[in-house]
């Protein structure tokens, strides 16, 4: 399937790696031009951008600043956004463990570099009166969970940020999307300091067992691949799905066994 994404230019947060690195890579390989946002580079991505078409700009965007300065160096043409950027801290001592502090950074990373880059992105799409906003939320969002409790409420509070923008501009010719994975592949879960390891260190059962427990909540009985997210990302960054606006679209293999 041709998605015609061909020479068109998009900008991706947190994309050193995960799933950010995923949605990179799958822009690239559509012969997009692809600027990656992140504090720091990563053997993944600086593989990347060797190949041509990607560039890296370095940016903080927990710091108020870090959007307009990601934004600004990329230039007055952006045909897609994703808004990958964020962190879920484990909480196994539950919401009486979560500090005001803690609170306000859950929230700064994964609502407010959203709402920071759309604001600068914004405009620039009106202008040209075409674009698609990808914001990567979470199963979270509809699936409260005490020990990840102010991820969930941010991821919420996302999703219901993405589907107001959507009303606002969908006149306009930008479309405005979720993607909401349940528990992937990446460092969030799996390396030395993911969720998987405080967990462990909590409960007392090994890491491999705490991913087991979570794979097996899925119906497919596994956690998804960052790739099989960044496809969704790639198909709804494109005019396949023109007429797509103000959706959720959840990969988490059934893990959310409601609807």
């Given at each position: 399937m041709d998605l015609g994404l061909e020479g068109r230019v998009a900008v991706v947060?947190?994309?050193?790696?995960?799933?950010?690195?995923a949605v990179v890579e799958a822009f690239a390989a559509e012969g997009m031009q692809v600027v990656a946002g992140a504090r720091h580079s990563s053997e993944g991505l600086d593989a990347l951008v060797r190949g041509g078409n990607v560039r890296l700009v370095q940016a903080d965007l927990a710091e108020v600043e870090g959007a307009g300065r990601l934004i600004a160096a990329v230039?007055?043409?952006?045909?897609?956004?994703?808004?990958?950027?964020?962190?879920?801290?484990?909480?196994?001592?539950?919401?009486?463990?979560?500090t005001d502090e803690q609170w306000q950074e859950t929230m700064n990373l994964n609502l407010f570099t959203a709402v920071r880059v759309t604001r600068e992105v914004l405009p620039l799409m009106l202008a040209r009166g075409s674009g698609s906003i990808v914001n990567v939320c979470s199963v979270n969002a509809v699936y409260p969970d005490p020990g990840v409790i102010d991820y969930c409420?941010?991821?919420?509070?996302?999703?219901?940020?993405?589907?107001?923008?959507?009303?606002?501009?969908?006149?306009?010719?930008?479309?405005?999307?979720?993607?909401?994975?349940?528990?992937?592949?990446?460092?969030?879960?799996?390396?030395?300091?993911?969720?998987?390891?405080?967990?462990?260190?909590?409960?007392?059962?090994?890491?491999?067992?705490?991913?087991?427990?979570?794979?097996?909540?899925?119906?497919?009985?596994?956690?998804?691949?960052?790739?099989?997210?960044?496809?969704?990302?790639?198909?709804?960054?494109?005019?396949?799905?023109?007429?797509?606006?103000?959706?959720?679209?959840?990969?988490?293999?059934?893990?959310?066994?409601?609807?």
């Open positions: 947060t947190g994309a050193s790696r995960g799933i950010g690195l230039g007055d043409r952006i045909d897609v956004l994703v808004n990958n950027v964020g962190s879920a801290p484990a909480r196994p001592g539950g919401f009486l463990s979560v409420a941010a991821k919420a509070a996302l999703a219901n940020f993405s589907k107001g923008v959507s009303k606002e501009v969908g006149g306009h010719g930008i479309r405005v999307n979720t993607v909401s994975p349940g528990p992937v592949e990446t460092d969030l879960w799996l390396a030395g300091g993911g969720i998987a390891a405080a967990v462990s260190q909590a409960t007392g059962m090994a890491p491999e067992e705490v991913a087991a427990q979570a794979a097996g909540l899925a119906v497919t009985g596994r956690f998804s691949k960052p790739a099989e997210v960044a496809d969704v990302v790639l198909v709804l960054a494109s005019d396949r799905t023109g007429n797509v606006t103000g959706s959720d679209i959840t990969v988490d293999g059934g893990f959310v066994t409601t609807w």
